[in-house]
């Protein structure tokens, strides 16, 4: 399985970007997908992650009512609509894939496969 992150950049506090995840080679019927970040200096930690195909998801309080995961499942194609975004959401996001567990997982460890990283700025 191979992930393609895409879609980070600059943006002042209080605005939003979208990131995609798009997944490709193998492919199984039931996964989970989550995001997780990693700010320098700092571990890296949970976001969000959803369960495909039925779209049961799990947030960190941190992001709860400003980020929102969602899929297409044709395209295999996970995406993380982030608003009201503030400096402390500045960090490399990593999307990753669980085809091991039965339910959304927090904890990297489950994550079989991870894509390459990218990069959200938020200014003050």
């Keep these: 399985v191979q992930l393609q992150a895409s879609g980070g950049g600059l943006v002042q506090a209080g605005g939003s970007l979208r990131l995609s995840c798009a997944a490709s ?5 039931s996964y989970v997908m989550g995001w997780f970040r ?12 959803i369960r495909l195909p039925g779209g049961s998801t799990s947030y960190a309080d941190s992001v709860k009512g400003r980020f929102t995961i969602s899929r297409d499942n044709a395209k295999k194609t996970v ?16 999307c990753a894939a669980d085809i091991g567990s039965l339910r959304v997982m927090t904890a990297a460890r489950y994550y079989d496969y991870w894509g390459q990283g990218t990069q959200v700025t938020v200014s003050s």
């Design 25 to 29: 080679g193998r492919t199984f019927s």
């Design 79 to 94: 995406y993380l609509q982030m608003n009201s975004l503030k400096p402390e959401d500045t960090a490399v996001y990593y």
């Design 38 to 49: 990693q700010a320098p200096g700092k571990e890296r930690e949970f976001v969000v992650a």
